[in-house]
Every structure is written in structure tokens, then in C-alpha cells.
Nanobody
Framework: QVQLVESGGGSVQAGGSLRLSCTAFGYVYSGNCMGWFRQAPGKEREGVAAIYFAGNSTHYADSVKGRFTISQDNAKHTVYLQMNSLKPEDTAMYYC??????????????????WGQGTQVTVSS
């Protein structure tokens, strides 16, 4: 049974920072991929960032490039999303995702098999 547990959401003012964490349980952590998606009310779920363990590569949505950083701690089976220079438009529920394949499309939620419960990020102006 794969379980993804997120933490680190909250409320901040524009320009502030938050760090989200996602710890994987019951999941073959290495050689696969994990990512972060977000969904604002009335909008579709969108890919934010992804990390591919086999090649140690990352992908970012254009809207977060230069502000967000995805990283991993293999020993802790945890992936982080450091979010700096937050904007009100970053307000959303953020979801951690994982998959057993070496590559899942970072912008296609249906490509990912496992999901966390979500953590809310609210950025006020």
C-alpha cells in the first residue's frame, strides 16, 4: 500500500516562502519519479514540478521557474518543494504525486498513479 503524506502548507503574504514536504511509505522510491501538482478552485489540476530519480533531472512549470525548487532526500524517502517569492496566483491545494515508471508526464495528472491528500497554500496580497 503506497501512501504519500504531505506537510508544510499554510498562509503567507506575497513575497514570502514555504517549503512543502512529501514522504513516501510503501513505495519503491529509487528509479522512479515524484512530482507536485496544484489545483485552485474552479481550475484544473496543473503540474508544478517533477523530479526523475534515474537521471536526477527536474521539470518546472513556466509559471514557477526561478521561484520554486524541487529536491529529494533519498534516505528519508522525502521530496520537497521550496517555494520562494510567492504570489497570490500560487494559492491552491498542492498535491504530491508518484509513479512506478521512470518517467511520467509532468503536466498530465492521469500519468501518475499515487497521490497525497493535499496541503493548502494561501498567498495574500
Amino acid at each position: 500500500q503506497v501512501q504519500l503524506v504531505e506537510s508544510g502548507g499554510g498562509s503567507v503574504q506575497a513575497g514570502g516562502s514555504l517549503r512543502l514536504s512529501c514522504t513516501a511509505f510503501g513505495y519503491v522510491y529509487s528509479g522512479n519519479c515524484m512530482g507536485w501538482f496544484r489545483q485552485a478552485p474552479g481550475k484544473e489540476r496543473e503540474g508544478v514540478a517533477a523530479i526523475y530519480f534515474a537521471g536526477n533531472s527536474t521539470h518546472y512549470a513556466d509559471s514557477v521557474k526561478g521561484r520554486f525548487t524541487i529536491s529529494q532526500d533519498n534516505a528519508k524517502h522525502t521530496v520537497y518543494l521550496q517555494m520562494n517569492s510567492l504570489k497570490p496566483e500560487d494559492t491552491a491545494m498542492y498535491y504530491c504525486a508518484a509513479d512506478d515508471s521512470y518517467y511520467s508526464d509532468p503536466v498530465t495528472p492521469s500519468d501518475w498513479n499515487y497521490w497525497g491528500q493535499g496541503t493548502q497554500v494561501t498567498v495574500s496580497s
